[in-house]
């Protein structure tokens, strides 16, 4: 069956990195776009960015543009969210997500399975 396991959440202070891992199985990893999303604590899941299986291609929400950059490692089926520059903003649950076909986007619609999540903290 289809499991996608986060790891690499953490307390950090404002102004620094991490970076987030995501293990995928189940699936053929290289024909499916992959997408990380956030949740913080009152406010509805979004997206943050995705990566498209058949050409690398990135997207990004305005808000982590530049600080934030997604990869994805298709021997390893592992897709990565190295953090950059975190803000206080920037807290939230991450969750890790296969488009449900061969493409998706920005709509959470778009993914069909999700990780439990990993959460990542940015003191001020």
């Known amino acids: 069956q289809v499991q996608l396991v986060e790891s690499g959440g953490g307390l950090v202070q404002a102004g620094g990195s991490l970076r987030l891992s995501c293990a995928a199985s189940?699936?053929?990893?290289?024909?499916?776009?992959m997408a990380w999303f956030r949740q913080a604590p009152g406010k509805e899941r979004e997206f943050v960015a995705v990566?498209?299986?058949?050409?690398?291609?990135?997207e990004y929400a305005d808000s982590v543009k530049g600080r934030f950059t997604i990869s994805r490692d298709n021997a390893k089926n592992t897709v990565y969210l190295q953090m950059s520059s975190l803000k206080p903003e920037d807290t939230a649950v991450y969750y890790c997500?296969?488009?449900?076909?061969?493409?998706?986007?920005?709509?959470?619609?778009?993914?069909?399975?999700w990780g439990q999540g990993t959460q990542v903290t940015v003191s001020s």
């Open positions: 997500t296969k488009s449900r076909g061969r493409y998706g986007g920005a709509l959470a619609m778009d993914y069909d399975y």
């Open positions: 189940g699936f053929t990893f290289s024909t499916r776009n």
């Open positions: 990566i498209r299986w058949n050409d690398d291609s990135t």
